[in-house]
């Protein structure tokens, strides 16, 4: 390797790990507090969390900047997720921290399986957590629910809450595989819970099936929901359609 780039890989390090994150998490809160968030079936969420047993936030990628802040609200509880390991990941692990979140790297991509027993670990060792998940993973394909998370309600004896998040006045990020929709300042951004679904603890792969395509079908569908009341629209079908 050249020196050039045996000197940038330090200083790139470096801006990750301690320049970059204190100033995104600064500029994420004062994003996140312009928001006016108006919940739909709020008490889903509530009962849930009250109820003793660990919750298991479910959503999709694609609104993952509405929902993070949500999360972090008084009153929503503790929260850990899973986070990538690539580059743009040990940014948004930083920031995540930073906002009161507890951090596992790993992604559909690279270190999944692990990263998901060390979240199972946390929630077992202190009830008091609850986990949370972007459904369809860190490469997608978009909408399209993965198995994980209803491995991790097996495992927790948790209850899966999907949740949806919309907010009319968005950037939509077209490049990106899961089309980030990125709220802007001061925007009125709609929060819609389902009813939480049960997961029980033996599961045969019939009935893991059964249950990936109900979330999958309830976050669709709630997400038609928020996008109808904030009036956000997107040409593209928030499912990607079969390879």
Not at 94 to 115: I, P
Request: hydrophobic letters at 40%.
């Amino acid at each position: 390797m050249a020196p050039s780039k045996r000197r940038r890989k330090p200083v790139r390090r470096f801006l990750l790990q301690h320049v970059l994150p204190p100033i995104a998490t600064a500029l994420y809160r004062m994003l996140g507090r312009s928001w006016r968030y108006v919940e739909v079936r709020r008490h889903a969420m509530s009962d849930a969390l009250a109820s003793g047993r660990p919750v298991v936030g479910a959503f999709l990628h694609a609104r993952t900047f509405q929902i993070l802040h949500y999360y972090t609200l008084p009153g929503n509880g503790r929260w850990v997720l899973m986070c990538s390991k690539s580059r743009d990941g040990e940014l948004m692990s930083q920031v995540e921290e930073r906002l009161g979140y507890k951090v596992v790297r790993g992604s559909s991509g690279e270190g999944g399986a692990r990263a998901l027993v060390g979240m199972i670990q946390t929630v077992k060792k202190d009830p008091g957590w609850a986990s949370c998940l972007a459904v369809d993973g860190s490469r997608g394909p978009r909408g399209v629910a993965q198995a994980g998370i209803i491995t991790l309600a097996q495992k927790t004896g948790g209850l899966l809450v999907p949740c949806a998040a919309s907010a009319r006045a968005s950037l939509v990020y077209r490049w990106s595989w899961d089309r980030t929709a990125f709220p802007l300042p001061f925007a009125r951004v709609h929060v819609v819970f389902g009813e939480p679904i049960e997961v029980p603890a033996k599961l045969d792969p019939d009935e893991t099936e059964r249950i990936r395509q109900e979330l999958e079908r309830a976050l669709l569908e709630l997400h038609g929901e928020a996008d109808g009341l904030s009036g956000f629209r997107d040409e593209v079908p928030l499912r990607a359609a079969p390879a």
